[in-house]
C-alpha cells in the first residue's frame, strides 16, 4: 500500500497536534503574529496542481497522489460543511477521488479540477444523505447519527483549542447565517483565482460568490467591530 | 463602510478580509481537523487506478451484538453502485476477519478484496453470496469483477471505498 506523508499541506497531520493556534507557547496571540499567510502564494500553487494534473493524465501516479494529498482537506470541509458526519465524510471524499478516475481527461486546468471535485464531493455527501434519509422513517435517529444535528459549528466553549484571536472570529461567525458559514468555511480553503468557479459548484450564480462573500465577510467584520468580546452563543 | 458597497467590490478582498479567512480556515482545521486517515484511504483506494470502474457508495452501515474474542461488534456495511448493491458483514475473529457477503441482484461474477498485503479472491454463488475467511485486519477494498463476457465490451468492476477491517 502507498503511504504519503502529507507534506506540503498542513491540515492532514494527526488531530491531536494540527495546526494549533491556540499552542500556548504561541507567540503574542493579540497583536503581532498574524496568520501565516501560508495558502497565498495562489500562483505557485495553480502551477504546481497544473503540472500534477498533467502528470496525472499521463498516467503518472504520483501526480494523482499529489493532488490527493493537495485537495483532500478542501474536499473534507466540503463534505463537513454539508453536514455529513467524520466518518461519512471520509468516504465521501473517497468516493469523490474514485469518480475522478475515469473523468480526468475532461478536466483541463487547475481551475475546473478544483469545481469538479468540489461538485463531485457535494454530490457524494447528498447521495449519502438521501440513502440515509430514504432508509430511515420518521423518527431518523441514526440519520442525525450520521449527519450532525449541531450541523453549525461548535460551539466557542468546546474551542479550549482556540487562542483567544481565533475564538473572536469563531463566535463572530456562528451567529451568521448557515449560508454564509458553509461558504466563508469552503472559500476560507480555496485559492483566490478560484472563487468565480467554486461560485458555480457551490450552486451560486457565476460572478455572484464575490458580493455575496463579501457580504459575509462584511458582516463578520461588523459582528467583530462592534461586540468585541461578548458571546453572542 | 455598508455591505452593499464592500460587496460590490466583488474580489477586492483587502488585508482585513484575507486575515479573517486565513483565522477562519485555522479555527476550522483546529476545531475540525481532517483525519489523516482520509487521504491514506484514497490512496489506498486509488492504488487500481481502473479508469472505467464503476463506484460503489456507502448505503448503510449498522453494528451488531458484540462478538468474536475480543468482544469486538460485527458490522454490516451495504454498499450500492448504479447496478449492483453488495452488503457484507464483518466479524472480527481475533488477528482476522471474515467477510460474509451478498450480492444482488445475483449474477456471475468475481469478488476480490484488495487488503495491505494481497488480494484475495472468490466467487458468488446463484444466490449471490459469497465468503471471505481469514481477511487480514486493516484497510481493505472490495471489487467485484463482472464475468460475463458480454458482446466486445470489456468486464467492467466495481469498486468501493477503502474500508477499516
Not at chain 2, 483565522?23 to 489506498?44: I, K, N, Q, T
Not at chain 2, 458490522?75 to 482476522?96: A, E, G, K, Y
Request: with cysteine; proline share 8%; aromatic share 4%.
Amino acid at each position: 500500500m502507498t503511504m504519503i506523508d502529507p507534506p506540503v499541506l498542513d491540515p492532514a497531520v494527526p488531530e491531536s497536534t494540527g495546526p494549533d493556534p491556540a499552542a500556548p507557547d504561541s507567540a503574542a496571540p493579540d497583536s503581532v503574529a498574524a496568520p501565516q499567510p501560508v495558502r497565498r502564494p495562489d500562483a505557485d500553487r495553480h502551477e504546481r496542481l497544473a503540472a500534477l494534473l498533467l502528470a496525472a493524465q499521463a498516467g503518472r501516479r504520483e501526480g494523482l497522489e499529489q493532488i490527493v494529498v493537495e485537495l483532500s482537506p478542501l474536499l473534507w470541509q466540503v463534505a463537513r460543511a454539508q453536514g455529513l458526519d467524520r466518518e461519512a465524510a471520509e468516504d465521501a471524499v473517497q468516493c469523490t477521488w474514485l469518480t475522478l478516475l475515469g473523468n480526468l481527461d475532461r478536466i483541463h486546468t487547475p481551475v475546473a479540477l478544483t469545481a469538479w471535485l468540489v461538485t463531485a464531493t457535494k454530490r457524494e455527501a447528498w447521495r449519502v444523505r438521501a440513502a440515509l434519509k430514504a432508509e430511515l422513517p420518521v423518527d431518523g435517529s441514526a440519520m442525525t447519527e450520521m449527519t450532525d444535528t449541531a450541523n453549525s459549528l461548535p460551539a466557542p466553549e468546546e474551542s479550549v483549542l482556540l487562542a483567544e484571536r481565533h475564538r473572536d472570529v469563531w463566535r463572530a461567525v456562528r451567529t451568521l447565517p448557515r449560508r454564509c458559514q458553509e461558504l466563508l468555511r469552503v472559500v476560507a480553503f480555496v485559492n483566490r483565482p478560484d472563487y468565480d468557479e467554486i461560485a458555480v459548484a457551490l450552486g451560486m450564480p457565476r460572478g455572484s460568490i464575490g458580493p455575496t462573500r463579501g457580504r459575509c465577510l462584511a458582516k463578520l467584520r461588523t459582528l467583530l467591530d462592534t461586540e468585541p468580546h461578548r458571546s453572542t452563543a | 463602510m455598508s455591505a452593499e458597497s464592500r460587496a460590490g467590490a466583488a474580489d477586492q478582498l483587502d488585508a482585513r478580509d484575507e486575515e479573517l479567512l486565513g483565522l477562519l480556515r485555522e479555527c476550522h482545521e483546529a476545531l475540525d481537523p481532517m483525519p489523516g486517515s482520509v487521504v491514506e484511504r484514497s490512496l489506498f483506494a486509488l492504488a487500481l487506478q481502473d479508469l472505467d470502474a464503476e463506484v460503489f457508495r456507502l448505503a448503510e452501515r449498522y453494528e451488531l451484538e458484540p462478538a468474536g474474542a475480543r468482544g469486538e461488534e460485527a458490522r454490516v456495511v451495504t454498499f450500492d453502485s448504479d447496478s449492483l448493491t453488495v452488503m457484507i458483514r464483518i466479524h472480527p475473529q481475533d488477528r482476522v476477519v471474515r467477510v460474509d457477503g451478498w450480492l444482488a441482484p445475483p449474477q456471475p461474477c468475481r469478488v476480490e478484496l484488495r487488503t495491505g498485503g494481497r488480494v484475495i479472491s472468490t466467487g458468488v454463488d446463484e444466490e449471490g453470496r459469497f465468503v471471505l475467511d481469514q481477511v487480514p485486519r486493516g484497510l481493505a477494498q472490495l471489487v467485484v469483477r463482472r464475468g460475463e463476457p458480454m458482446t466486445g465490451s470489456a468486464e467492467q468492476s466495481i469498486l468501493t471505498p477503502a474500508i477499516v477491517l
